[in-house]
Structures are given as C-alpha cells and as structure tokens.
C-alpha cells in the first residue's frame, strides 16, 4: 500500500530537500542525477498546483515541454492553464524561461542543474483530467508536469507537498523507501494517475496478482464488496482468456459523481473509471462493462501497441489507422471476457451486437468513411459538424463489429482451430512479449493469416480499409443466427438540435417539408424554452417523452436575435433497428460452434474442455465441421 500520513508526506519532503542540498555523499548524488518533481497541493479553492523541477547538472540549454495531449486522442493545450514559469541555478541565480512556443520553454545556464517552478490551474473533471478541489485531487500527470526534451527516458522522482491533512495517496507508482513515488522515465510516469483524498481502499487477490480498490464516492451509492465480487469475476476470466498476467500489482480506480461522468482510462498498471452515481446505483453492468473494457487494454493498446503510437509524440496530434483494432476489438474483447465472467448471458451478448449493428447501419458514413479513416480522424472528434451520422463512422463501434466478423471469418478459415483469441495471444507473443510494436492493419492481418494459415488480404481490404457494406449473414449463418431487420414507427419533432456543454441547444437541421419547417423553425435557431420550460439538460430527454400528434410548443431565438413562438404537432417516422436472431433451423454443429465462438475459445479448445468434464456437445465434429 501506498499511504502515508499527511505529517509524514511533508516530514520525508523535508528530509528529501535537506538531503538535495548537502551533495557530499554518494547515496545523495544518484537522487540527485534523476530529475524530481515537487508538486504542492497549495489552493484547492482555487485549484492552483505549484510544480517544482529540479533538472540535474547536464547541457547549458535545456528545453522544457508540456504536452498538448494525453489520454485523450484530442489536442487539449494544457499550456492555457500555466500562470507564470520562472527558473533559478543551483545557486540561486535566476535564469529566464523564454518561451518558444505556448507548450515548450527553453532555459541558458543550466549546465550546473536547474530548478523550475511553475504555477498551473487544474480543474478538468473525468478519467482523462487533472481535477483539484477542496474535495480532492485526482491528476493525469501528463496535464499539469513539464518533461526535460534531452532527458524524457531518464528515472525521476515525484513527490506531493501541503498535502492537505487527512488526505492519503493512491498511484500505480512504485514508492521508494525514502518516501517519494519513483518511475523509469516520463512516460511510464504519465502514465500512472493519481488519487489524493479521502478514499475507501479495498485490495484482492486473483491468478496470482495483487489487485487495488479505489472509490473516491458517497458511500451511499455503491456496494465495494459487490464491486470487489465483480472485479474478481473479470481479472480471473481475462488473464485466462489471454494466458498472461503481465503485472504483479494492478490498480483500479473509481468516481461515481451524480453529474455528468466521462467513462474511463486506460493505463499499463491501472485505470480510473468514472460513472454517474445513479446509473450505478440501477445495475452494475455499466461498471462491469467499462471495467472490463479498461482491464483488456492492458494487453491491447498499453502493450500489444500499434507502431505508429511509439514513441509519443506529445507535441502534436499522433497518427494512426490502428484504433479500429486497439479501440474497437478492445470492445469486442470486453463482451466475451463478461460472458466468460458469467456477467452476460447469450441473449444479453445478441442484444448488444444487434445495437451495434444497428448503430453503424444508421450513419449513411458507414459507406464513405473505412474503419482506418475513423481512426486517423480520431483527432476531429471534438467537433461537432464531425460526428454528425453523414460524416463520420465510431472505430468503437465498427471496431468492435469488425473484432467479431474477423473472430467468425477466422474459426471459419482455419476449420474452427483458431479465433480472435489466438490472434490476440499471437500477437502478445510476437510483439508485446519481444518489446515489438505491430504495423497498424498489416500487423493484425498478419497475426490473423498466421493462425489460421490462410490469405485474409480481401477481408481486410474490404471491411478495414474499405468501407463494403458487411453481410451479416453470411458471417453469422455458421453459428446459426442471422440480422433480422425491424421496423419500428418512432417520434419526429422534424429538427436535430445539438449542445456544447453548457451552451443551448440549437438547431442543427430542420426535416425539408416537415411541420417543423412550416411552423418557421430555422437552422441556427436557439431554443430558449420547451414546453413552457427553460431549455436545458432535460429538453432532450423531455423532447424523447413525446409521442406522434402530441404539439409541441417552443419558444426560439434567431442568429439575429429576435425571439419567436412556435407550435406544431410531433410526426412519424420509420426507423429500422436489427436484431441477431437464431435460423429456423439450427444444426448441432452451428450450436456447438456458437458456444465456443461465446467463450472465445477455438472450437477444438472447447471439446477439449467438454471431454475433460466428461460431456461432449451435441452432435460437435472437432475436424472441419465449420465450413459455411
Ligand atoms: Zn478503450
């Protein structure tokens, strides 16, 4: 465990700063050779963060950078939050930071070492964020520490002064005898988030790993054994999915807010996850779902890594065809790790695959947009023209579609002996395990031809670079089910509206001969109020709660200001949603397919594991049965 007092946090800052100054001794000089970070928690009211460099002696010129993004694959500028810099030798003498760009410094003078302090503003709520407050402090550290361009690799020490009191520490970091957290480099610092505050702290252990609890929440609203229980259930069934356990300790950590909540964040070591509070408290299959998600990337994306990710690149967007895989299959991955948990029944799996479905089908980008163009528009996401259905496809979501086709066009080309399972662990052996970073789509093409023994170079051709409509059928008829098409009547305002944040809602496109055109309703309209009531959070879901003939009566602004009210009826329209369905007709042979298709296991694997137990599955045939 990683806690300590807040007396004794300051107490060993103290030792530490003593010892930096008298550089007589050995033991002194290598903590000196790697560069440390104070950070002081000194204003949660004001959410002001004091940060505290000290470069050791190395070249005269030194450049200073703050990252543009992390995390997120989203260029965020955390330079906008950095007040003032200044920078002093070791013996005092003030040295001046000129900035060379918004994100990057340079200091002359440095050859006897440095020290830089800077004062940064951290208030970004979610998984991805840097947040401090009177309540606590949750912190990326890629948002608020500046890294040493000529010393990025070098090992580095962390330590969090005015602490306030009470407060405790929880980080994936390895903390040192001396009291102070240490990482190998930046990167692996970054990527270690860190909780500071009045926490609840659970631990277990599972497949001979040690696992942390962290819930940072109102203890009313969630259960820690129920989430311990459900922890225990996912670890067990992804490491032996995977047959690895890259890590010896692990971290999870948890904010459930009652507002709006981001979701979680992926690290090698650990994640954050945040749900909202009252989602949480209906059903634990949002925690299950999303942790899932998180624990998976700690083989796909932290170390089963596409090439074009390393090295980082943290001054600028990072290209990469590759998040229909690290993304999307991660998606996949996550389904079949709860069925294999006992989290999701076979039913519970179709659902969410005919939604899926459903959702892709719905974006008229799906035809002009590949899957490998969504994931080097990654970095568009934040504008809202980009996600609109005519423009853009999710590599989440045609990720995890692809994730299960490649599963079924793989047990189908190696005659059931292989699945996406052995792609996965082909690829942690051949490029994870060898420090190998793979080649974007050629690399996961060339996992999948290597376990089934077969040219897979049209699959990905057409579904990964290009953007084929999918057949789904043909996919799923081996393992007797098919897409059924339903069409369902659905409510119509006749208008799309959209909001930014805290900004109103306004209207993004108006329905061409709709009653909401004759009314006068205009694109760049703003809606001031809804049914008499103010326009906000809740309009969306007020708007959804309307049925075909209701009136609707709104009262809107235009661009140029003059307000208008308006009234018209809510209309129909036809609106097709899928559903994975079983055949008529369904053979012994696609029903034990199915079932080892569930598990994600190869079906040779599956009727191993059947016989072990003494039962074998009806009517199953280990050599060649699966052929469409
Ligand atoms: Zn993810």
């Given amino acids: 465990m990683n806690l300590l007092s807040g007396y004794a ?15 007589s001794t050995t033991s002194v000089a290598q903590s000196v050779a790697a560069v440390a970070y104070t950070v002081s928690l000194s204003s949660p ?52 930071p000129q900035e060379l760009n918004s994100s990057c410094w340079r200091i002359e003078g440095a050859q006897g070492g440095a020290i830089v302090e800077y004062q940064i503003y951290v208030d970004s709520p979610g998984p991805f964020g840097a947040q401090f407050n009177p309540h606590h402090a949750f912190l990326n550290l890629a948002q608020i520490l500046m890294y040493p361009v000529d010393a990025r690799a070098a090992p580095l020490h ?93 971290t999870f950590i948890y904010h459930f807010p009652h507002g709006q909540a981001g979701g979680g964040m992926e690290h090698a070591y650990s994640t954050a996850i945040e749900l909202n509070a009252d989602v949480m408290k209906q059903s634990l299959y949002p925690l299950t779902s999303v942790t899932s998600h998180e624990f998976f990337h700690l083989w796909n994306v932290k170390r089963i890594r596409p090439q074009t990710l390393e090295p980082v690149d943290y001054t600028k967007e990072n290209y990469t065809r590759a998040l229909w895989f ?52 990654a970095w568009l996401e934040g504008n809202g023209y980009y996600r609109r259905p005519e423009r853009s496809i999710s590599y989440y979501n045609k990720g995890e579609l692809l994730g299960t086709i490649l599963d079924l066009s793989v047990r189908d080309a190696s005659h059931g002996r292989a ?58 008829r081996p393992v007797g089910l098919r897409v059924q098409a339903i069409t369902n009547t659905m409510p119509d305002a006749g208008f799309i509206a959209s909001r930014n944040f805290d900004s109103p809602m306004t209207v993004a496109a108006v329905t061409p001969g709709s009653d909401a055109e004759h009314s006068g309703l205009q694109v760049g309209d703003t809606i001031v109020e809804l049914q008499g009531e103010t326009a906000g959070q809740e309009s969306r879901q007020e708007l959804a709660r309307l049925n075909p003939g209701d009136t609707l ?74 052929r469409k």
């Avoid at 974006?363 to 002009?368: D, I, Q, S, V």
């Avoid at 080649?439 to 990964?464: P, Q």
């Fill in 9 to 23: 946090r300051r107490f060993l800052w103290l030792a530490f700063y003593v010892a930096i100054l008298a550089t």
């Fill in 45 to 96: 009211e004001l959410h002001l963060v004091n940060v505290q460099i000290i470069l050791p002696a190395g070249a005269a010129q030194r450049e200073l950078q703050l990252p543009v993004w992390n995390a997120l694959y989203q260029v965020r500028d955390f330079a906008q939050y950095v007040n003032w810099i200044r920078a002093k030798d070791r013996s005092g003498k003030p040295l001046v």
């Fill in 158 to 250: 962390l330590r969090f002064s005015q602490v306030p009191e009470g407060w405790h520490i929880a980080t994936p970091l390895a903390l040192s005898a001396g009291g102070e957290f240490t990482a190998a480099n930046y990167d692996r610092l970054v990527d270690s988030p860190v909780e500071i505050g009045n926490f609840e702290e659970s631990d277990f252990d599972e497949a001979g790993g040690h696992f942390r609890v962290i819930v940072d929440a109102d203890p009313a609203d969630y259960d820690m054994a129920k989430i311990v229980s459900a922890l225990h259930k996912i670890v067990a069934a992804a490491i032996s999915w995977m047959n690895d356990r890259p890590f010896d300790t692990y």
């Fill in 326 to 377: 690290s993304e999307g299959v991660t998606s996949t991955a996550e389904e079949t790790i709860q069925f294999r948990a006992g989290l999701i029944d076979e039913k519970q799996y179709f659902n969410g695959l005919g939604q899926e479905i459903t959702e892709l089908e719905h974006r008229p980008a799906h035809l002009t947009q590949s899957a490998e163009e969504s994931s080097l528009d």
């Fill in 419 to 476: 699945s996406l399972r052995e792609i996965l662990q082909w690829m942690n052996e051949n490029y994870a395990k060898k420090g190998r970073f793979f080649n974007d789509s050629e690399g996961v093409r060339e996992a999948a031809e290597a376990v089934t023994h077969s040219d897979l170079a049209a699959f990905f051709a057409k579904y990964v670079a290009g953007t084929e409509e999918i057949l789904w059928d043909d996919f799923f």
């Fill in 553 to 626: 009566a709104v009262k809107v602004r235009s661009r140029r200001g003059a307000e208008r009210d308006l009234k018209w009826k809510i209309g129909s329209r036809q609106e097709i949603s899928y559903e994975v369905r079983d055949l008529d007709q369904v053979t012994a042979e696609q029903r034990a397919r199915r079932a080892a298709w569930l598990k994600g296991e190869a079906q040779s694997a599956t009727d191993a594991d059947a016989s072990q137990a003494g039962a074998s599955p009806t009517g199953a045939n280990p050599t060649g049965a699966n």
